[in-house]
């Protein structure tokens, strides 16, 4: 008698037959959008909106505010930094008393 095989076969997920029982599971939009109109609180912003709100200050920020700011490591901070480039935002970095300061120029054509 051969143990693993019948185990192994019992533990097994059964995956769906077709579309029509994938979609079952899933919940609907309406749900998602109801659970979201409870929460009377307003969402936090995230560690981007975060460093945005950094950047588009007068002086700017340095790579230690930014890794402060986010508990991130440096970088990390500088691959944000990338990211935000390369999603448009025209990110300036200046040298001030041997540190870099970073500033957004300006925001992102969308």
């Not at 029982?21 to 307003?42: F, I, Y």
């Not at 790579?63 to 025209?90: C, F, I, N, Q, S």
């Amino acid at each position: 008698m051969n143990t693993t095989s019948s185990t192994c076969r019992g533990r097994m997920a059964r995956e769906p037959k077709n579309a029509a029982e994938t979609r079952q599971d899933a919940p609907t939009e309406d749900v998602v959008g109801d659970e979201r109109a409870a929460s009377p609180s307003p969402r936090e912003p995230n560690k981007i909106e975060k460093v945005l709100s950094l950047l588009k200050r007068s002086k700017g920020a340095t790579l230690d505010e930014l890794v402060e700011a986010t508990g991130w490591l440096r970088h990390t901070v500088r691959a944000a930094l990338t990211g935000l480039k390369k999603k448009g935002y025209a990110v300036q970095r200046t040298k001030e008393d041997g540190a870099s300061r970073y500033a957004v120029l300006e925001t992102a054509s969308r």
